[in-house]
């Protein structure tokens, strides 16, 4: 496991109050048997111990433990089980694409206009 970010949300949920039981608990609750993580299981990730990744069924019961949205889920399992973060610089990447493409569609419907009153203007004359 890498930096234990899912760990550390599990423990500021024990911090508030929120009892292991308690999250297996509200994991079936949510997920079904299917969806339930254990009391165990919740104990070992708090304390920063080998434990698999939830499976993807288990993603709404522990956004509802964590108090958080289902992506965030996402996102903590994907960087302490897989060491994959969001990247900023991806980020920053798809605004400059999204950029360019908007300005070059601003150009093309510049130009389709000039080019339809171009005819219009053609066609009366």
Not at 32 to 43: D, R, S, Y
Not at 60 to 77: F, K, Q, S, T, Y
Request: hydrophobic share 35%; proline share 5%; with cysteine.
């Amino acid at each position: 496991m890498s930096d234990n970010v899912f760990s550390r949300e599990v423990q500021r949920r024990t911090s508030e109050g929120m009892s292991y039981a308690q999250m297996e608990a509200m994991t079936r609750k949510i997920g079904g048997k299917e969806g339930t993580l254990t009391a165990a299981w919740w104990n070992k990730v708090a304390l920063g111990e080998s434990a698999p990744p939830p499976e993807p069924k288990c993603i709404p019961g522990v956004a509802g433990v964590l108090e958080v949205h289902d992506r965030d889920v996402a996102l903590l399992i994907c960087e302490q089980w897989y060491e994959v973060r969001p990247d900023d610089s991806i980020r920053e990447l798809m605004e400059r694409v999204v950029d360019k493409a908007e300005s070059w569609l601003r150009s093309s419907i510049s130009s389709l206009r000039e080019r339809h009153r171009s005819s219009v203007n053609g066609a009366e004359g």
